[in-house]
Nanobody, 124 residues
């Protein structure tokens, strides 16, 4: 079993920044593509950002492009989501996910492992 643990969420004012971290267990982290998703109450889980196994390719939802940056440190088994210029509509539980197939994926069903999520709340 692969364990993913998110951290770094919290309350921030609109226009502010947060950096989320996702720590993974195991010794095969560098072989996984990774993604971030988010889910607001009453809404479907939506794709936010993804990064391939090496970190050489990234992809973002249009809603966060230019504001969020996904990165990874394979030596630390950790993926990050730097969130800048936050808006109230970014408020959600953010989930880290791992795709054992290495390549970029934007659909939740393409991912094999999920963290428990971390709450991000952006006030007006």
């Amino acid at each position: 079993q692969v364990q993913l643990v998110e951290s770094g969420g919290g309350l921030v004012q609109a226009g502010g920044s947060l950096r989320l971290s996702c720590a993974a267990s195991g010794r095969t982290f560098s072989s996984y593509a990774m993604g971030w998703f988010r889910q607001a109450p009453g809404k479907e889980r939506e794709f936010v950002a993804a990064i391939n196994w090496s970190g050489s390719i990234t992809y973002y939802a249009d809603s966060v492009k230019g504001r969020f940056t996904i990165s990874r440190d394979n030596a630390k088994n950790t993926v990050y989501l730097q969130m800048n210029s936050l808006k109230p509509e970014d408020t959600a539980v953010y989930y880290c996910a791992a795709d054992t197939r290495r390549n970029i994926a934007t659909m939740d069903w393409e991912y094999d492992y999920w963290g428990q999520g971390t709450q991000v709340t952006v006030s007006s």
